[in-house]
């Protein structure tokens, strides 16, 4: 099962994805301990990512042709876990009007978030195995399109549309690449997109929330007041910030200011110089990921480039939708930012995710001869 590699992970790579998940703690840690008056959440965080790290380095120690192999029973797994949330005494029961989590006891379990790393790992198996129907006939479209539904039949009974949209835009992603019809493809993601404005629309909460933050005047008395008040935490960071931990808006004028709203506060407590942190390292660590996919699929290795690829654009779409909402340009929603925000299931599937992506590098920069047993 392990496979023994010369090849080390890529230092720079490495360092960047931990300075980011370390600076996430402290700034979750502000954030949570100004809003609850409790150092709980700080160390829940810590022990998610320690067991995320620990994950992580068993997963560099095995080949993707392993995940390669499983993909079809880990699918079949979280199918079944996405089904859990709904069964009395497993599920937490409704939380925030949704329901999206299975009790264990000491915290929560998130399916959806699993769903994120296992819908990638299936999906690039079944493009790898239905390369010839996906290039030059509908069956393998319409194969990709069920399971795609499967997974967001499961996500969208939750009431979890974010996850919904980033694990179909993502699989999405992945068959456009693996050289699907492009007018099909057109076709079937406006299909899609009616489909959740459709969603949205019969759901009188997230419509007003849509309209609202459209229509009404954002600094009037009926401007969207989460909108309103990240703007202005960010405002008063200026360049430097007002220091750690010496922010406001994280005490009562944020609902949740160490998860969705993150960003927000990292812009009061350490102002642009903070934020332009944040953005320079996802901007490095996708700009290494994409390079990564690229060098897998000039190998030839395409189970590897679709994984590495799915991954990237996951990431990108997440990072940029979340920042959007704390700077104002989108409405909010529950997505959480990538190793910054609080969460165990995101943090510890981020990682993993991650961890699979420096294994692909390590794979890439392995000798020729061990590189042609790779997929």
């Known amino acids: 099962m392990f496979d023994t590699i010369e090849q080390k992970p890529d230092k720079k790579l490495l360092l960047a994805i931990l300075a980011l998940t370390l600076f996430g703690w402290i700034m979750s840690s502000s954030a949570s301990v100004g809003h609850f008056g409790t150092f709980s959440f700080a160390f829940k965080q810590g022990v998610f ?3 995320g790290v ?8 095995l080949p993707l042709s392993f995940f390669k192999k499983h993909s079809l029973l880990v699918f079949g797994l979280t199918l079944f876990l996405l089904f859990l949330v709904f069964i009395p005494g497993i599920g937490a029961g409704k939380i925030n009007g949704a329901y999206r989590w299975i009790d ?3 915290f ?3 399916p959806s978030e699993m769903m994120k790393v296992v819908m990638i790992l299936f999906m690039a198996n079944f493009l790898v195995e239905q390369e010839e129907h ?13 399971i795609v539904g499967l997974s967001g039949a499961l996500t969208i009974a939750e009431t979890d549309l974010g996850a919904t949209i980033i694990i179909t835009v993502t699989a999405l992603i992945m068959v456009f690449i693996a050289g699907s019809y492009v007018k099909e493809l057109f076709y079937i993601g406006a299909t899609i997109l009616s489909g959740f404005a459709i969603f949205v629309y019969f759901n009188p909460a997230r419509w007003n929330r849509v309209i609202s933050f459209w229509t009404n005047d954002l600094w009037g008395k009926d401007g969207v007041y989460q909108t309103k008040q990240a703007l202005l935490g960010i405002a008063r960071g200026d360049w430097f910030g007002t220091g750690l931990g010496s922010g406001i808006q994280k005490y009562t004028k944020l609902p949740e200011p ?4 993150i960003f927000a506060i990292t812009g009061e407590e350490l102002g642009i110089a903070g934020m332009l942190f944040i953005l320079l390292s996802f901007a490095y660590i996708l700009t290494k990921g994409f390079k990564i996919a690229a060098k897998a699929s000039k190998d030839g290795r395409k189970y590897s480039y679709y ?8 990431f990108a779409m997440q990072i940029s939708v979340n920042i959007a909402m704390n700077i104002g340009l989108m409405p909010i929603k529950g997505f959480t ?3 910054i925000s609080y969460g165990g299931s995101s943090m510890i599937f981020t990682i993993i995710a991650l961890a699979l992506l420096l294994r692909i590098d390590m794979e890439n920069r392995a000798d020729y001869s061990k590189r042609r047993s790779y997929v």
């Open 49 to 51: 990512i320690l067991l």
């Open 108 to 110: 929560n379990f998130q």
């Open 54 to 61: 620990v994950t992580g380095v068993v997963i560099l120690k």
């Open 337 to 339: 930012l990538p190793l």
């Open 134 to 146: 996906i290039t030059k006939s509908l069956k393998g479209f319409f194969g990709a399109l069920f």
């Open 258 to 261: 160490h998860t969705d709203m």
């Open 104 to 106: 264990l006891g000491l």
């Open 307 to 314: 994984v590495a690829y799915g991954i990237c654009s996951w």
